[in-house]
């Protein structure tokens, strides 16, 4: 499960698409970036294959949730 996620917008322009996100997961910390397409380009090391699948999906709810649904 991830904890304490956290997001920002990427540029100082907030209108401009693309956040940047941290997280910790199995006691690492992961960040990258969110891009308005729903890509996500990680910053840190990869997680796992069936993490990174897991993940993507969480990460997808989250931001669908605080950016697109204020």
Do not use: C, R
Not at 11 to 33: A, C, D, V
């Amino acid at each position: 499960m991830i904890s304490h996620f956290q997001f920002q917008p990427l540029y100082e322009n907030s209108q401009l698409p693309g956040w940047k996100f941290s997280f910790y997961f199995k006691k690492q910390h992961y960040t990258g970036i969110y891009h308005q397409s729903g890509n996500i380009e990680w910053t840190t090391s990869h997680p796992n294959e069936d993490d990174e699948k897991k993940l993507s999906a969480q990460i997808h709810e989250l931001m669908l949730f605080h950016v697109y649904e204020k």
